[in-house]
């Protein structure tokens, strides 16, 4: 008896054994894909992670389908780690599988309906639905439920086949098809007999009459005489300015040959700059500590203020270690970032730069994965956002993990609910790689870390040339909007500011965290705030779409033009967003060209390069955005920042706010003044006095981490402390209200630390599902793994209890 052992693509815990045949268990290896059944009729791509000979006890292995895969794509490391991932971030297997691979290489059964062979149909007891797919399937031998949706233009077609297949007509098999195809280009050539010099005059001679397809030969032989390449359909027509009908005629006439060749989806051709990176004083012994602390230490925090020039250090070290032939993983938090990075490294690395994130296609994802595996060097430096932290590594050197504060790096949903900066550092453990994180504002977890002595520390406290911090102005909207010097929502000061740094040909930043026109519409009349039907929120106005939009399920409605409760046509906004700021830009300064850059401009694959290019290329003169705009991107032209509300970042009910403010405020006004000249960034608040925004105006790191600190240990949270959070949903209210007190009292009798809960979060309600939550606190002398493990023996007995078994539960481990 021969079995395997494999991870299925479904939030599923446990693995799974299939029987195979006596070749097959020598042929299979661990981290090979196979086709195998599961269910009734589906068919899933599961991955190999054991061979062995032990029968399962509780059922009868079934039979693989196929073998996808002639060599492993997956390394026994990975493997081995998406493991420590389920288990310490208490999720299945399976959804790590199915979050890690792209999805191009996690096949999905799609049903194929074919017609019964030899069987005779008497098409008059057919009703017209049955007769067009019978019809259908006369022209060709099988259809997909996609192209029967399409005949009959109808969603629900699943009782036209099922009467079908009843009357014995149809017959559904499952079949996996594989969904990955290279990229092929068309390139053109002279036919062979037109070679010789003979052939050139014959060739003119047939198309003395035909002007449009003799141009295009002309051109050909111009293109061919300049570029000693092949030639490209695209670029031929482009030259001759003709079609590619025109192309297809000299196809036919036997005057060209047409080819495919094959390439990389993901290309770059430019050239690398030959001079070497040169580092300032700073840098230089920035560099140097942080080598040394490589040799006792396997992370280094480095701690250097905005703009300092990190990157410049970074790309030393990448340097190093590619020229040793590792491999180096660069992550980030954010696609919009990855854009401006990209463009820097592959002017210094030129082609060895690969790019993973998911504004990219399935079929490049797929190759990068392939050249990752391969070890090839067009992916010997992989930059991209937290998933690139799942491809096949087989020999790691240096992770880097950028602006590693963000809270990007966690993901929130779907499960795997990991955190790529500390996975990270586990998957640098096990490559025996290093790792560097990089911030001006660390978080406060890293930081302690550092102090502690886990981790090593470098910092630089002055910025790349010697450009002085920007100067902060802080402006009292109280007093503003009492001395009535106001504007919208823009004080005397700020505009001031705006019109001395345009008149100076300088750029703005302008940011406020929240899309959108306003929050919230109300009726003037009897208060009536419109709601989203599905969920415990107001809807957010879009005046661009002339819609109010639900921010949390997607729901939308167009802007009403009375009140829904009781008909008055006085409605007001209330609060601010990018939309609103981009608005009343126009009405102050009219003749600026004014860019938006948050979740609905830059929704397109290349929406982020348009801005930033725009933006790079001085085409627009202030940019307002979301918090996109606070990370790490450079601009050498800003003179001006301008926060435009200091205070909703504050008062979130969240025990990181005043961390979080801190940082974004801090990373914003890094944005200003990166070149020469001191930059200014002007902060409106209602607040002046409290005490984390004294402390972005001293640039006062230390003061932050200190008072957090105090707080925390207090109040029992990280990094004396790590959470648990448990997330439970349904639609009934009153079951919900029961089952977590339920999950709540089971805790609190068997775990002797503090359980809080079950609470409503601020939403309580997201489409249609209520929430509660608990909280567990782990304290750090506690064994962790343990703790865990009694809280999934928890969880596991709440999903025996029949009636509680509806209620979703999510678990996030170290939520940020």
């Not at 300064?589 to 290019?613: A, C, H, L, S, V």
């Not at 909703?648 to 020469?676: C, K």
Request: glycine residues 6%; proline residues 4%.
């Amino acid at each position: 008896m021969h079995f395997v052992e494999v991870i299925l693509p479904l939030s599923l815990a446990k693995t799974f054994t299939y029987s195979v045949s006596e070749t097959e268990y020598h042929y299979i290896k661990k981290g090979m894909r196979l086709a195998v059944p599961f269910g009734k009729s589906k068919i899933y791509t599961a991955l190999v992670i054991e061979i062995h000979q032990n029968k399962p006890t509780l059922y009868e292995a079934k039979e693989i389908h196929q073998i996808l895969d002639e060599k492993p794509i997956v390394t026994e490391i990975q493997i081995a780690h998406w493991q420590w991932i389920a288990s310490y971030y208490m999720c299945a297997i399976g959804d790590v599988y199915r979050g890690a691979m792209p999805s191009a290489l996690l096949l999905e059964s799609e049903t194929i309906i074919s017609q019964k062979q030899n069987g005779f149909v008497d098409e008059s007891l057919l009703s017209d639905e049955e007769f067009l797919v019978y019809e259908a399937l006369q022209q060709q031998s099988s259809l997909k439920v996609q192209d029967i949706m399409n005949i009959l233009n109808k969603k629900n077609i699943f009782p036209v086949i099922q009467k079908l297949v009843n009357k014995n007509i149809l017959v559904l098999q499952e079949e996996v098809q594989e969904s990955y195809a290279p990229k092929l280009v068309r390139y053109v050539k002279l036919h062979s007999k037109y070679e010789s010099n003979e052939g050139l005059g014959e060739l003119l001679e047939v198309l003395k009459n035909a002007n449009k397809q003799k141009e295009i030969v002309l051109g050909y032989f111009q293109l061919s005489a300049s570029e000693k390449k092949p030639i490209t359909v695209k670029k031929l027509i482009e030259t001759a300015n003709s079609t590619s009908a025109v192309i297809k005629v000299l196809i036919d006439k036997e005057i060209f040959e047409e080819y495919y060749i094959q390439v990389d989806r993901v290309n770059f051709s430019g050239k690398t700059k030959e001079e070497q990176l040169q580092l300032s004083e700073a840098q230089q012994i920035a560099f140097e500590k942080i080598k040394e602390s490589f040799v006792e230490k396997e992370v280094c925090l480095l701690h250097g203020v905005t703009s300092s020039g990190k990157t410049e250090i970074y790309t030393k070290l990448i340097e190093e270690y590619i020229a040793s032939g590792k491999q180096v993983l660069y992550l980030l938090p954010e696609i919009a970032l990855t854009t401006q990075l990209v463009g820097r490294l592959r002017d210094y690395f030129g082609n060895k730069v690969a790019v993973f994130h998911s504004k990219y296609s399935n079929n490049e994802r797929v190759e990068v994965w392939q050249q990752v595996l391969a070890e090839s060097p067009k992916a010997q430096i992989v930059i991209g956002a937290r998933s690139a932290l799942f491809l096949p590594f087989s020999n790691l050197g240096l992770v880097i993990v950028d602006e590693e504060h963000e809270q990007t790096f966690k993901q929130v949903d779907p499960s795997p609910r990991y955190h790529a900066r500390d996975a990270s550092v586990v998957l640098a453990n096990s490559h025996k790689a290093k790792v560097v994180l990089g911030s001006a504002t660390p978080s406060i977890e890293t930081y302690y870390n550092a102090q502690s002595g886990k981790y090593g520390f470098v910092e630089i406290t002055e910025r790349y040339g010697n450009v002085r911090m920007p100067e902060i102005e802080l402006v009292d909207l109280k007093d503003k909007y009492f001395r009535k010097k106001m504007s919208g929502h823009f004080s005397d000061t700020l505009i001031e500011n705006i019109t001395t740094a345009l008149s100076l040909g300088e750029q703005v930043i302008l940011f406020q965290n929240r899309r959108g026109f306003s929050p919230i519409i109300e009726c003037l009349t009897c208060g009536h705030v419109p709601q989203c039907p599905q969920c415990d929120v107001s809807l957010t106005y879009h005046k661009h779409k002339n819609q109010l939009r639900c921010h949390y399920c997607g729901y939308s409605m167009a802007k009403p033009t009375n009140c829904h409760t009781c008909s008055s046509v006085h409605l007001t906004t209330k609060g601010f967003g990018t939309e609103q700021i981009q608005q009343e830009l126009v009405e102050l300064f009219p003749n600026t060209k004014i860019g938006r850059m948050d979740q609905d401009t830059t929704r397109g694959k290349f929406g982020f390069e348009k801005i930033i290019d725009s933006f790079k290329n001085r085409e627009v003169d202030i940019l307002v955005g979301t918090q996109m705009l606070a990370k790490g991107l450079d601009f050498d032209n800003v003179g001006l920042v301008g926060i435009m509300n200091a205070d909703n970042m504050l008062y979130h009910p969240d025990f990181r706010a005043f961390e979080r403010s801190y940082q974004m405020m801090t990373q914003v006004s890094g944005r200003s003044g990166r070149s020469e000249k001191q930059g200014k960034v002007v902060v409106q608040t209602y607040n002046p006095d409290h005490n984390t925004i004294q402390q972005v105006v001293r640039n006062d790191y230390e003061g932050m981490y200190k008072e957090q600190l105090y707080d925390r240990q207090i109040y029992h949270y990280p990094p004396y402390y790590k959470l648990v959070k448990l997330t439970l949903k349904h639609r009934d209210f009153d079951k919900l209200k029961e089952g977590s007190m339920w999950l709540y009292q089971v805790m609190k009798q068997n775990l002797t630390i503090p359980v809080l809960g079950p609470e409503e979060p601020p939403i309580s309600r997201i489409r249609n599902e209520y929430i509660r939550t608990i909280m567990v606190k782990i304290p750090t002398n506690q064994p962790l793994q343990g703790t865990k493990k009694t809280i999934q023996k928890m969880l596991n007995s709440f999903e025996a209890v029949a009636q509680y078994r509806a209620i979703k539960v999510a678990v996030n481990v170290d939520f940020y």
